[in-house]
């Protein structure tokens, strides 16, 4: 069992930078694919960057070179660093863990970015 909780998320002007975190308990951290998601108002929910617990990262093509991911196996928590936000940005964004068939989520944290 994974728990996952995250935060950072906020109100920020178009063209500034936001920071989340995810810090996850229960299981081994470093064992999981550690992802990003978002989910706007009436839209589906969709993957933002996701980490491998090798390191490796890919990302939806509306973030690329905007948007960071990265991990920190010892303290248990996985970062987004989004710059350079657009008001398309807007959502919900949920942390997800996953290893093999295990899936978890956390409860959210929301981005507005005004105009």
């Known amino acids: 069992q994974v728990q996952l909780v995250e935060s950072g998320g906020g109100l920020v002007q178009a063209g500034g930078s936001l920071t989340l975190s995810c810090a996850a308990s229960?299981?081994?951290?470093?064992?999981?694919?550690m992802g990003w998601y978002r989910q706007a108002p009436g839209k589906q929910r969709e993957l933002v960057a996701r980490i491998t617990s090798g390191g490796n990262s890919n990302y939806a093509d509306s973030v690329k070179g905007r948007f960071t991911i990265s991990r920190d196996n010892a303290k248990n928590t996985v970062y987004l660093q989004m710059n350079s936000l657009k008001p398309e940005d807007t959502a919900v964004y949920y942390c997800?863990?996953?290893?093999?068939?295990?899936?978890?989520w956390g409860q959210g944290t929301q981005v507005t970015v005004s105009p």
């Open positions: 997800n863990a996953v290893r093999g068939f295990k899936h978890y």
């Open positions: 229960g299981s081994i951290f470093s064992r999981y694919t």
